[in-house]
């Protein structure tokens, strides 16, 4: 009786509850305020780190990029909450991502405006690293705030 006492209460800790659910499509910025216990808070999804602040009211505030290439379906939202006293709190959320609608469009161009030569080539591959390497820097931005 001890062991599926111990093993009832073991599910319940670890099994995460869905306590919202949010939608979005491809292509999205989502801006999600909740209502999570006080301490430090990060939120994870799509395998990254999104940003969080703690607003006037005591919600939490976060914004999440939805890639153009993300699968459609159920994601989930990860937060962590830290305290000093209690330590870390998990919750859970589900993100259920739509096929974005996009407009194709197909041009063409004269062979010299595809084709180049050394020089050019160089050019043009570090240009494409350093905005490759602008993807990934992180900014300390939010997206809803007003500058005045």
Do not use: N
């Given at each position: 009786?001890?062991?599926?006492?111990?093993?009832?209460?073991?599910?319940?800790?670890?099994?995460?509850?869905?306590?919202?659910?949010?939608?979005?499509?491809?292509?999205?910025?989502?801006?999600?305020?909740?209502?999570?216990?006080?301490?430090?808070?990060?939120?994870?999804?799509?395998?990254?780190?999104?940003?969080?602040?703690?607003?006037?009211?005591?919600?939490?505030?976060?914004?999440?990029?939805?890639?153009?290439?993300?699968?459609?379906?159920?994601?989930?939202?990860?937060?962590?909450?830290?305290?000093?006293?209690?330590?870390?709190?998990?919750?859970?959320?589900?993100?259920?991502?739509?096929?974005?609608?996009?407009?194709?469009?197909?041009?063409?161009?004269?062979r010299k405006m595809a084709v180049f030569g050394k020089e050019e080539l160089k050019r043009i591959r570090a240009d494409q690293k350093r905005?490759?390497n602008s993807y990934i820097a992180k900014v300390d931005a939010q997206p809803d705030l007003q500058i005045s």
């Open positions: 009786m001890k062991r599926l006492l111990f093993s009832i209460l073991l599910l319940m800790a670890v099994t995460p509850v869905y306590a919202e659910a949010y939608r979005a499509v491809q292509g999205d910025m989502l801006t999600i305020e909740r209502a999570l216990p006080d301490g430090t808070v990060a939120l994870h999804c799509f395998g990254k780190a999104w940003p969080a602040i703690r607003t006037e009211t005591g919600m939490v505030r976060a914004w999440v990029g939805v890639d153009l290439k993300t699968r459609p379906g159920s994601h989930s939202l990860k937060w962590s909450v830290a305290t000093p006293k209690a330590g870390t709190a998990q919750f859970v959320d589900r993100l259920t991502v739509s096929k974005g609608e996009f407009r194709v469009s197909h041009i063409t161009v004269d905005l490759k």
